[in-house]
């Protein structure tokens, strides 16, 4: 029996070595990911350098403000199209005029029936001349291109809102 005594303690700290590589790798990958992938945005001329200030305020995932600047809402018709919704059919198109309320209660504007959307779940209105998106304070959150919002954020064209299973795009005519 002592034979095996030797064989067992190097597999324990063979073991204990891999478990610690393992750990050592995650956190590294986490690291890496909480400074920046190193995607270049389009036109702020900076590439994942983790600095705030090198992306402009208005950029969302797709698109970067000096690209593809926010809809100018002078003289056009902003509207959210249904990409997926229950209860809705695809393509259906909702104009957006004024302040418009989207959740599963009977005040909002875009009535959705999915079990993951608040009563007021968020709202899309006017500031000067573009169109800003913001959650109401909902459990699951709003998503602008796969992003949770954080804040009242400018919605771009080709824009999608996501709100539980419900998904928009947001176009300008």
Request: proline share 6%; net charge negative; no cysteine.
């Amino acid at each position: 029996m002592n034979n095996l005594e030797p064989v067992s303690v190097m597999l324990k700290f063979g073991f204990l070595a891999v478990l610690y590589l393992f750990l050592l790798w995650v956190s590294r990958s986490a690291l890496r990911d909480l400074r920046g992938s190193g995607v270049q945005v389009p036109g702020s001329g900076h590439a994942g350098t983790g600095d705030p200030a090198a992306v402009p305020a208005d950029a969302t995932g797709l698109h970067s403000a000096s690209t593809f600047g926010p809809a100018d809402l002078i003289g056009r018709a902003p509207r959210l199209v249904v990409e997926r919704a229950p209860g809705h059919d695809s393509g259906m198109i909702y104009d957006l005029g004024g302040d418009v309320v989207l959740g599963r209660g009977d005040t909002a504007e875009i009535r959705l029936n999915d079990p993951f959307a608040s009563s007021r779940h968020a709202r899309v209105y006017e500031q000067g001349r573009i169109l800003v998106i913001e959650d109401l304070g909902s459990t699951n959150g709003t998503y602008l291109n796969e992003e949770l919002l954080d804040g009242p954020r400018p919605l771009h064209p080709g824009d999608r809102v996501r709100i539980g299973d419900s998904e928009f795009a947001f176009e300008v005519d």
